[in-house]
DNA sequence: GTAAGATACTCTCATGTGAGACTAAATTCA
DNA sequence: TGAATTTAGTCTCACATGAGAGTATCTTAC
């Protein structure tokens, strides 16, 4: 554990490679889950999963919160709004930016999914106790809130 | 904490969206140090320092390490060769998989970019305590033996 | 109130990635 | 040994992504 910080890099240790690895691996195996199951790509289920845990938003909130392109968020939501399973309505405030929510199908496709997500999770984190959860989300994000400052 | 299984998801203790917002934006930060200063694309890095820590490999076991597909490792040696940053040499046991592994200037290289990373890294976990950090690790890697097993 | 700048979003274009065909080499099995 | 199968790596193609231009709208400053 002792490491020499001029002429050693441990990759298992190291967050950057590490992270990106293990977050990879995840989000492939999860993703089969809605991906043939719903046919949603990894953006339109981010959209989804963001619109329903926080109500409507613009595309840009989108962005910001799930830290995606704009170009991205563009496409997923034109495809969104031609399978109706989100909506746009005129935004008073800005009439650029539209309000985004999930239509009642989009409601009913999250319905669907929530439930296999949260499944899926108990799975991943079975070896885990419950206090060693706690710790590791609350590590997290104390590494988002550093990784935010430098932003 | 007590969330309700069926119906409720809570994007910032979901692993597979949280960690996959984290290991981004910590790979876009990190990337920056040496994309520029020292003209490498992600998975070029990757390999440099896989080599770098587990010495002569061959081209799919890096793609097994760094959970890379194969064109985008056959594409970054093919450059690393012509920078003559790695070597390949021929692998008695198999002739269509030879051996890499770095050459003086890619180790060079890799000196150069090592102590930029570690203080990088002491910057990202200065909020965390030794033992956090410890602990943190430890939690990734089982999360990382469960993923395999699935596999 | 109007000009200058900023912002939200869409679209085009260049690029990197991954799926799958292909080749050469290794392994398996009869 | 030889035929069939598997494996390592390259190449081609289709596609998703992100950078940047363009448009409409909003904000700021005078």
Redesign the pocket.
């Given at each position: 554990m002792t490491t020499d910080n001029q002429t050693t890099l441990d990759l298992k240790q190291f967050l950057p490679y590490s992270l990106t690895n293990i977050a990879m691996q995840m989000s492939e195996q999860f993703s089969e889950l809605y991906q043939q199951q719903f046919d949603l790509?990894?953006?339109q289920w981010r959209i989804i999963a963001n619109l329903a845990q926080y109500g409507e938003r613009?595309?840009?909130e989108l962005c910001d919160m799930a830290r995606?392109?704009?170009?991205?968020v563009?496409?997923a939501?034109?495809s969104l709004l031609t399978r109706n399973l989100i909506t746009a309505k005129e935004n008073p405030?800005?009439?650029?930016?539209?309000l985004l929510s999930l239509s009642v199908e989009g409601n009913r496709l999250h319905e669907q999914i929530v439930p296999l997500a949260n499944e899926w999770q108990a799975g991943l984190v079975s070896d885990l106790d419950r206090q060693e959860l706690k710790q590791f989300i609350s590590t997290l994000s104390k590494l988002s809130n550093h990784l935010n400052k430098n932003v």
């Open positions: 790509t990894v953006p613009t595309a840009k995606m392109d704009k170009s991205t563009s496409r939501v034109k405030k800005d009439k650029r930016a539209s």
